[in-house]
C-alpha cells in the first residue's frame, strides 16, 4: 500500500513560484496515475492536473494551465507540481492523490461515486499580494 505526504507549501509574494512534493511510500509508486487538487476556505476541492503512471501525458485544469506544471520521478517516488506566477487567489491546502487509473483522478471532484484511492494530508499555501 503506498501512502502520500505533500511537502513545501508555504507563504510567498504574488507573482512568485513554489514547488510542491508528493512523496510515496512503498514501492509501487510507478503503478498509480497522481494528481494534484486543492481546497481554499470555504470552497469545494478543485482539481488542478493528473499524471499518468508513465508521466508521458499530463492533464490540467484550465485555471492553471499555463502556470502549473505536474511531473513525477519514479526513481525517487515522488511527484511534483510546480506552480508559477502565484495568485493571491492560489492560496488553498493543496492535496496530491493517487489512483492505479488516471479516470478517478480527473473526475474525482465532479463524479461523488469515483474517488482516488490514496489522499495525501495536503499542505498550505498562502500567497500574499
Known amino acids: 500500500q503506498v501512502q502520500l505526504a505533500e511537502s513545501g507549501g508555504g507563504l510567498v509574494q504574488a507573482g512568485g513560484s513554489l514547488r510542491l512534493s508528493c512523496a510515496a511510500s512503498?514501492?509501487?509508486?510507478?503503478?498509480?496515475?497522481m494528481g494534484w487538487f486543492r481546497q481554499a476556505p470555504g470552497k469545494e476541492r478543485e482539481f488542478l492536473a493528473a499524471?499518468?503512471?508513465?508521466?508521458?501525458?499530463?492533464l490540467y485544469a484550465d485555471s492553471v494551465k499555463g502556470r502549473f506544471t505536474i511531473s513525477r520521478d519514479n526513481a525517487k517516488n515522488t511527484a511534483y507540481l510546480q506552480m508559477d506566477s502565484l495568485k493571491p487567489a492560489d492560496t488553498a491546502v493543496y492535496y496530491c492523490?493517487?489512483?492505479?487509473?488516471?479516470?478517478?483522478?480527473?473526475?474525482?471532484?465532479?463524479?461523488?461515486?469515483?474517488?482516488?484511492?490514496?489522499w495525501g494530508q495536503g499542505t498550505l499555501v498562502t500567497v500574499s499580494s
Open positions: 492523490a493517487a489512483d492505479p487509473k488516471l479516470h478517478p483522478l480527473v473526475v474525482a471532484t465532479t463524479d461523488t461515486d469515483t474517488a482516488p484511492a490514496l
Open positions: 499524471i499518468i503512471r508513465g508521466g508521458g501525458s499530463q
Open positions: 512503498g514501492r509501487t509508486f510507478s503503478n498509480y496515475a
